[in-house]
């Protein structure tokens, strides 16, 4: 059950002029579902896309980067759903760049003007004849379907599809900015999460682009985990068509960058918690805030060490205040001089622990009333500087075995 | 259900001449069972300990490391559970140098020539009033328990005691050891894990003890995970008397060092496999063999990876052999210039994946076989070297939720 998350609604997610989807059923794992989304891009458009940083990455992940640093102008993007094209070797690769090949002949543009996506089971191969059959039907109708289309025909363990719109004036004309992301499970992105996509009509050029996008990044997608595991597949990509009358934007800091910046990290970030609220088996979200670290990487550590602590996650879903395994988490983070004697917790508004030990004025129904709720802050204090940053995760039910234990069946 | 593993019997578990063993109930969790244990020493005894490297460590680990720092001879250990004492502050600090304190009065020896030792819940306070009274009992009835005695009276959520014993041959005189261990959950040792002790009639100088301490936990406690949260009261302490008629052991490096510390390092594996066989909700126990690291520490790395993923967890617990999750969790172990086409991967004797994709031999069946196996060996080339290690885990299943869903009910 997602927590906090309904579907979106199609007449609220705004079309981005200079973006045409299409959807179509391959039947590349199950029938009778869209498994195939083409994105069909304006000439002129800016591409940006940042990727997962396993050493296993996907052979998708490893065209998009050859085809993006070719620069010769993306003009599509194709996702198929089911199968992630990993751990697929030499005979990955030319799948998916036979893939791109054989789109682009469709579409009457080049081969490295297309970025490959997958998403689905590990160290299988792409069915290809279904996959190539698949194409003429997306490339044919383009301009037909809707970003809540395109949301649904990702998803993949998820339940709900995931989708958002921005609206932002720039220079007295509005930009649109629509995005869509899919994930459930093996989501501690490094660099972007499972597939995630931004377009707008704003004029951005490639590298204020590539920049926007790293600073959205950082604070979303790099901010969340379910399980701690690193997908092979992540990919988030920033779409600039240009279509909008608005005047370019042409750096981060200028007022405009600002502005659309603000825009698109919090579309961002949206998304992002959109994938933590419908985790696999989650029944709690929870924000992880730790503040005065030396570094923001130290605060990092701490922030990952009790997200990803099977022991933290099942007391929140059991809604149990056994907080002590927070501090337990906090202390084996990697902070080699961190001095216990520092550190306050909060949950919520309740001060848990003071000074390292259970502060005397803390009452278990304090902590009982907090773990209860559906969204839970959690709030390490370490006392010895000034950094801090902010985790999104959720809980570890029952639920997360047994969709994992089922994945392929 | 632990995973081929069973009760030891009192009668094979030898006593260690020079330690004397006493249990009693104190009520400090719970009612009508086993909750304090004493190892009383005959003086001249070596003692060596490590302890976790959680910042967040337990009251009762600070103490130990003050006590054996001291040097005038430890002459017992006290071990309660119920109660981990961590997470307490200066009180909880306070309350374990009143149990040494006051056990010590009742054996007529120093406060500092007793190491104390806490398992249970973190973040609560000991009961003292109900601990000291305990304490007369255990110290009146030193020599009435017996090893099996001694292992159940440790356990927390642990299904079975864990207690094994060797007899190895110095000099032609026998020299015995055993050993006991608790733990289920809450397992990454760092250094040690929560509660081993072994003792031997052995004559070890302190000095001689600490090095075969250390390398015998290396090769044990500290290669095996459970859930990967490193707890705040890991310890494994060896214990030698010198009754044993057998000569001195004089260093590692001697043939007595050497059979002797083979016996050591044996008996501790048993001891931490036990841990992992009885692990919270285990159903598999698993072995994960990296080869071919250019380094250790990046064997670990991958190992741990795949010994801490819930996907790859969650798929032994199904006997889904959905063996591209191993591959991602290598490739995001954090080998930064890992080159994905030199991995091969073996499920036992099942070539899975070669040069980075699944082999062409490969067949689902094979993989399905070994996958239905209680044991199951995973091994991982990464053809980039000659280190390599050993790590040992089990899987994940909704039981393990459970039971940390529930663990303070």
Redesign the interface.
Same mark, same amino acid.
């Given at each position: 059950m997602p927590v906090n998350l309904s579907a979106p609604i199609a007449s609220k997610l705004l079309a981005v002029p200079g973006v045409e989807l299409a959807v179509a059923q391959a039947g590349i794992r199950k029938a009778n579902r869209h498994d195939l989304l083409l994105l069909w891009l304006a000439p002129g458009s800016s591409v940006a896309g940042v990727f997962t940083?396993?050493?296993?990455?996907a052979a998708p992940v490893t065209v998009c980067r050859e085809h993006l640093r070719n620069g010769s102008g993306i003009r599509a993007l194709v996702v198929n759903t089911g199968n992630?094209n =990993? &751990?697929?070797? =030499? +005979? &990955?690769l030319a799948n998916a760049r036979a893939t791109c090949a054989s789109l682009a002949l469709q579409l009457g543009i080049g081969a490295e003007q297309v970025l490959p996506f997958s998403t689905g @089971? #590990?160290?299988?191969?792409l069915p290809m004849e279904r996959l190539l059959k698949g194409l003429p039907d997306v490339a044919a109708s383009r301009g037909s379907a809707n970003w809540l289309d395109a949301a649904t025909a990702i998803m993949t363990t998820d339940t709900l599809p995931k989708a958002a719109s921005r609206v932002v004036s720039i220079g007295g004309e509005s930009v649109t900015l629509t995005g869509i992301a899919k994930g459930a499970?093996?989501i $501690?992105p490094?660099m972007a999460t499972m597939l995630g996509f931004i377009a707008t009509d704003a004029r951005v050029s490639q590298h204020v682009l590539d920049a926007l996008l790293g600073r959205a990044t950082d604070a979303s997608f790099n901010a969340i985990t379910v /399980? &701690?595991?690193? %997908?092979?597949n992540d990919s988030f990509v920033a779409i600039a068509t240009g279509q909008s009358r608005a005047p370019a934007i042409t750096g981060i800091n200028t007022p405009d960058g600002k502005l659309f910046a603000r825009a698109l990290t919090d579309l961002s970030i949206e998304l992002a918690q959109a994938i933590v609220r419908d985790g696999e088996g989650a029944t709690k979200f929870i924000t992880v805030r730790v503040e005065g670290g030396a570094t923001v990487e130290e605060c990092r550590k701490v922030a990952y060490a009790i997200g990803? %602590?099977?022991?933290v996650k099942? *007391?929140f879903? !059991?809604s /149990?205040p056994? +907080?002590?395994?927070i +501090? =337990? =988490? @906090?202390?084996? *983070?990697g #902070? /080699?001089d +961190?001095?216990? *004697?520092g #550190?306050d917790l909060y949950l919520d508004d309740v001060l848990v *622990?003071?000074?390292? &030990?259970?502060d005397a004025d803390y009452r278990e129904e304090d902590g009982q009333r907090v773990m209860r709720q559906a969204e839970i802050t959690v709030r390490v204090l370490l006392n010895r500087g000034a950094a801090s940053t902010t985790l999104w995760t959720c809980d570890?039910?029952?639920e997360? @075995?047994?969709i994992?234990? !089922?994945? $392929?069946?």
């Amino acid at each position: 059950m997602p927590v906090n998350l309904s579907a979106p609604i199609a007449s609220k997610l705004l079309a981005v002029p200079g973006v045409e989807l299409a959807v179509a059923q391959a039947g590349i794992r199950k029938a009778n579902r869209h498994d195939l989304l083409l994105l069909w891009l304006a000439p002129g458009s800016s591409v940006a896309g940042v990727f997962t940083r396993n050493r296993f990455c996907a052979a998708p992940v490893t065209v998009c980067r050859e085809h993006l640093r070719n620069g010769s102008g993306i003009r599509a993007l194709v996702v198929n759903t089911g199968n992630a094209n =990993a &751990g697929t070797g =030499a +005979l &990955g690769l030319a799948n998916a760049r036979a893939t791109c090949a054989s789109l682009a002949l469709q579409l009457g543009i080049g081969a490295e003007q297309v970025l490959p996506f997958s998403t689905g @089971v #590990i160290m299988e191969q792409l069915p290809m004849e279904r996959l190539l059959k698949g194409l003429p039907d997306v490339a044919a109708s383009r301009g037909s379907a809707n970003w809540l289309d395109a949301a649904t025909a990702i998803m993949t363990t998820d339940t709900l599809p995931k989708a958002a719109s921005r609206v932002v004036s720039i220079g007295g004309e509005s930009v649109t900015l629509t995005g869509i992301a899919k994930g459930a499970g093996m989501i $501690r992105p490094n660099m972007a999460t499972m597939l995630g996509f931004i377009a707008t009509d704003a004029r951005v050029s490639q590298h204020v682009l590539d920049a926007l996008l790293g600073r959205a990044t950082d604070a979303s997608f790099n901010a969340i985990t379910v /399980d &701690g595991d690193t %997908s092979t597949n992540d990919s988030f990509v920033a779409i600039a068509t240009g279509q909008s009358r608005a005047p370019a934007i042409t750096g981060i800091n200028t007022p405009d960058g600002k502005l659309f910046a603000r825009a698109l990290t919090d579309l961002s970030i949206e998304l992002a918690q959109a994938i933590v609220r419908d985790g696999e088996g989650a029944t709690k979200f929870i924000t992880v805030r730790v503040e005065g670290g030396a570094t923001v990487e130290e605060c990092r550590k701490v922030a990952y060490a009790i997200g990803h %602590s099977p022991l933290v996650k099942t *007391a929140f879903f !059991a809604s /149990d205040p056994n +907080l002590g395994r927070i +501090l =337990a =988490a @906090v202390g084996y *983070a990697g #902070i /080699d001089d +961190l001095d216990q *004697a520092g #550190i306050d917790l909060y949950l919520d508004d309740v001060l848990v *622990a003071k000074n390292g &030990g259970r502060d005397a004025d803390y009452r278990e129904e304090d902590g009982q009333r907090v773990m209860r709720q559906a969204e839970i802050t959690v709030r390490v204090l370490l006392n010895r500087g000034a950094a801090s940053t902010t985790l999104w995760t959720c809980d570890f039910s029952q639920e997360y @075995v047994s969709i994992n234990a !089922a994945y $392929r069946s």
